[in-house]
């Protein structure tokens, strides 16, 4: 059984950084894709970012190039997405997600895996 935690949202001020931390467990870290997926109320889930853990390749949606990063620590079967000149707009429900055994990793992939969510609250 697929398992992800979330851990690392909060509070912070605009132009402010959090790191969120997604941990996996229950399946080989190979060939798989990660991503961070937010939702605010009233609005659609949105995909952040990605990246697939063979390769490294990553994506990003436009709102957050250059401001985020996602990363992974292989050893510790872990998915960091450091957000970096928080705005506003950036306050959401962070989900991680998670498709194992796959080659098309993109804000558009599939995902079979999702964990409970971490918020995050940016003030103007």
């Known amino acids: 059984q697929v398992r992800l935690v979330e851990s690392g949202g909060g509070s912070v001020q605009a132009g402010g950084s959090l790191r969120l931390i997604c941990t996996a467990s229950?399946?080989?870290?190979?060939?798989?894709?990660i991503g961070w997926f937010r939702q605010a109320p009233g609005k659609e889930r949105e995909a952040v970012a990605t990246?697939?853990?063979?390769?490294?390749?990553?994506y990003y949606a436009d709102s957050v190039k250059g401001r985020f990063t996602i990363s992974q620590d292989n050893a510790k079967n872990t998915v960091y997405l450091q957000m970096n000149s928080l705005k506003p707009e950036d306050t959401a429900m962070y989900y991680c997600?998670?498709?194992?055994?796959?080659?098309?990793?993109?804000?558009?992939?599939?995902?079979?895996?999702w964990g409970q969510g971490t918020q995050v609250t940016v003030s103007s």
């Open positions: 997600a998670a498709e194992s055994g796959t080659t098309y990793c993109s804000g558009d992939a599939d995902f079979n895996y």
């Open positions: 229950g399946y080989t870290y190979g060939s798989n894709c």
């Open positions: 990246i697939y853990t063979a390769g490294g390749n990553t």
